[in-house]
């Protein structure tokens, strides 16, 4: 369940929800994408961080979750605003992506995990490997300094994510897929 959504569309008025606002947002924990009521009178932008979580005291924007969407049911400014809320989630959870980048490993013989993170190639894996068996990367600038030719790490984990929020993958790594079909 997620505690806190990044809104990615908000919608002040709406016939859809008896004329209350809605926001489409995307999760933090698990990037599950939803829409979610507005109490009245409240007001968010694009990029702020709204609780949903259970308690209901917690919420000062939000009154109900409505559903779970998939990437399809996104409205087009959701969709143009996806990849830069992403990037802002990826950078407020440095910690998370730079675990990611120590511990993964390989997935068979001849696939890595981080083969599936755009703008690695295969050297990088080589040189990501042998800089985390010497000590473990501290944060992204850690990343940067130490595999050069990988100079945006944050944009790779924000592509990697709308992949796998807007197309069916093999491998799940941080989004959790939905059960909608």
């Known amino acids: 369940m997620e505690e806190h959504i990044y809104v990615l569309d908000f919608v002040p008025y709406s016939t859809k929800y008896n004329g209350q606002g809605y926001v489409q947002g995307i999760g933090e924990a698990f990037f599950t994408l939803l829409e979610v009521s507005i109490k009245e009178g409240k007001v968010t932008s694009v990029g702020d961080k709204v609780y ?4 209901a005291s917690k919420r000062t924007i ?26 802002k989630i990826v950078e407020a959870n440095e910690e998370r992506f730079v675990s990611f980048i120590n511990h993964a490993g390989p997935l068979s013989v001849r696939v ?25 990367f501290k944060n992204f600038d850690d990343v940067k300094s130490r595999v050069p030719s990988w100079q945006d790490p944050v944009g790779s984990f924000a592509y990697r994510i709308v992949e796998e929020l807007s197309k069916k993958e093999r491998h799940y790594f941080f989004v959790l897929p939905s059960r909608q079909s």
């Open 62 to 87: 939000v009154d109900k979750i409505k559903r779970r969407l998939r990437y399809d049911d996104l409205s087009t400014s959701a969709k143009e605003n996806l990849f830069n809320v992403v990037r």
């Open 112 to 136: 890595h995990q981080l083969e599936l993170i755009p703008g690695i190639g295969k050297k990088n894996i080589e040189l990501i490997i042998r800089e985390r068996e010497k000590e473990p």
């Open 52 to 55: 949903v979580g259970k308690d």
